[in-house]
């Protein structure tokens, strides 16, 4: 049973250009959520996409968008880029919002995007 | 402002030892708390979790303690063993299950020493 895979793993762009980060849920899960971890720092949520729509949205510019396809898989983009925005970047899936009592976020690896 | 906050960046432990991680939070509205491991080059896992309507959850070596009315939880592993060495985040929700935004703690890197 594969788990929440992501790719690229890691990344370098320059300010000004544009990223598109991909995730696979895990088999089962129809939820993604992603989530910005910078250096020291716990993850950050951004946005979660269930049903093919944003659901909820973190504090974060529009910069940062997303999308996610009927097979569940999700991709991140990011437009405009900043030094700021170097840093570990995570997705989680999990099933449907208030679907059942317990319903844990499985995280991939995530992917290191370094912004020179 | 930091929703929910893990005051001590390092914790070492001996091996057999008991760990105590601690996170503190200041949104009432939290519902449902986690702890996730990290190891490097690896995503968080899921390890224990703990309703807002409970006080204590017990899997295995690991014991969450909830205290409402501080605002507190705690993490507790016995015994601590080297493979214990990581990151630790505590995490908070509004939303019952964890299965929604998650807010967590800048982590606690936990050292298991011989």
């Known amino acids: 049973d594969a788990g929440v895979t992501q790719s690229p793993t890691h990344l370098i762009k320059t300010r000004g250009q544009q990223v598109t980060l991909r995730c696979s849920p895990k088999?089962?899960?129809?939820?993604v959520s992603w989530y910005q971890q910078a250096l020291g720092q716990g993850p950050q949520f951004i946005f979660q996409?269930?049903?093919?729509?944003?659901?909820q949205r973190g504090n974060f510019p529009d910069r940062f968008s997303g999308h996610q396809f009927p097979n569940y898989s999700s991709e991140l983009n990011v437009n405009a880029l900043l030094l700021g925005d170097s840093a570990l970047y995570l997705c989680?899936?999990?099933?449907?919002?208030?679907?059942?009592?317990?319903?844990?976020?499985?995280f991939g690896a995530g992917t290191r995007l370094s912004v020179l | 402002d930091q929703q929910v906050k893990q005051n001590s960046p390092s914790l070492s432990v001996q091996e057999g030892r008991i760990s105590i991680l601690n996170c503190d939070y200041t949104?009432?509205?939290?519902?449902?708390f986690l702890w996730y491991k990290k190891y490097p080059a690896e995503g968080p896992t899921f390890l224990i979790s703990i309703s807002s309507i409970k006080d204590k959850n017990e899997d295995g070596r690991f014991t969450v303690f909830l205290n409402k009315s501080a605002k507190h939880l705690s993490l507790h592993i016995v015994p601590s063993q080297p493979g214990d060495s990581a990151v630790y985040f505590c995490a908070a929700t509004p939303f019952t299950g964890g299965g929604n935004k998650l807010t967590f703690g800048t982590g606690t890197q936990l050292k298991v020493e011989l």
């Open positions: 088999s089962g899960h129809d939820t």
């Open positions: 989680a899936s999990s099933l449907t919002p208030g679907v059942r009592i317990k319903n844990i976020q499985y």
């Open positions: 996409y269930y049903e093919e729509e944003e659901r």
């Open positions: 949104n009432s509205m939290f519902d449902y």
